[in-house]
């Protein structure tokens, strides 16, 4: 009689297989009592037994040897120590992606403050490459764009350049000391070096075609240059100071049509005038 077990370890005695069924009896518990000779004590013993009726069970599903318990609570142990080992891998994860995100924010609050810094003391970062030898393009500019009427950049001279001012504070009061951000010359205008002179010369050209959009924004053909405005004049100076910058072309054509107007209207006034001195004679 041969034995199957189905993965419970519940066992079944073949009776035949036909086509991968099986059909087989349940092996159940048989409990046999039996008693001593004076009949006042009984003994019980347990057999196992296969079943009187049959049950067909897919082949695949039965095996030739019990399980072993004692492999399946190793493998229950095991896929609770896999599971820890997980929970614990994923909060390691999550404390190194807090750090890593916490590092990233300080490297860019400290990147950011580098910068602010950088600004703030430009002018003694710019002594400091002046002194150890590196050449420097020094310009002029003002801050204040909407002043580019009356402050065309300049590039000082090299015997103008002074250094750094304090311009608040007093150490004899222990009052925290600030100190001017650009350069100035020997005049107190502020200036700053620039790496390159392509640097310097991009920046001259951004502040003149600032004051053309302005000039085009409100037209004005005075060229006397006296204004508080863009007007054409001040436009003349930026070329003269710098001959290689011109007046952009659609400029210069809205000048030559004011001045043909101008011109038309001049006529048409002297012809008026003329027409006048005329009509006195005849009537004379």
């Given at each position: 009689m041969k034995t199957l077990y189905?993965?419970?370890g519940a066992a079944f005695s073949v009776d035949h297989e036909h086509d991968g069924t099986v059909y087989v009896r349940p092996m159940i518990t048989v409990v046999m009592q039996s008693t001593n000779y004076h009949g006042d004590d009984f003994h019980e013993e347990e057999t196992m037994e296969p079943a009187t009726y049959l049950?067909?069970?897919n082949r695949d599903e039965l095996f030739d040897a019990?399980?072993?318990?004692?492999?399946?609570?190793?493998?229950?142990?095991k896929k609770a120590e896999i599971s820890k080992l997980q929970k614990e891998a994923s909060a390691s994860l999550e404390a190194i992606r807090s750090e890593k995100q916490k590092a990233e924010w300080e490297l860019t609050a400290a990147k950011r403050q580098l910068e602010d810094w950088m600004k703030t003391h430009k002018g003694m970062i710019d002594l400091g490459k002046l002194l150890d030898g590196q050449i420097l393009y020094p310009l002029s500019v003002e801050e204040d764009d909407w002043r580019d009427k009356t402050n065309i950049p300049y590039i000082p001279k090299m015997k103008d350049v002074r250094g750094l001012r304090v311009?608040?504070?007093d150490f004899e009061k222990g009052k925290q000391w600030k100190a001017k951000r650009w350069l100035s010359d020997h005049y107190n205008e502020s200036f700053q070096f620039f790496e390159t002179e392509e640097e310097r010369t991009s920046v001259i050209v951004s502040k003149f075609e600032s004051a053309c959009a302005r000039f085009r924004a409100a037209p004005n053909f005075n060229v006397a240059s006296y204004?508080?405005?863009?007007d054409y004049g001040h436009l003349l100076k930026w070329v003269e100071k710098y001959p290689s910058l011109?007046?952009?072309?659609?400029?210069?054509?809205?000048k030559a049509e004011n001045d043909a107007k101008l011109v038309e209207a001049r006529k048409a006034k002297l012809a008026?005038?003329?027409?006048?001195i005329d009509a006195e004679?005849?009537?004379a």
């Open positions: 189905d993965k419970t049950v067909a069970r019990p399980p072993r318990r004692e492999l399946d609570a190793e493998i229950v142990a311009e608040s504070g204004s508080s405005v863009v011109s007046i952009p072309d659609d400029i210069q054509a809205m008026a005038e003329l027409a006048a004679k005849v009537g």
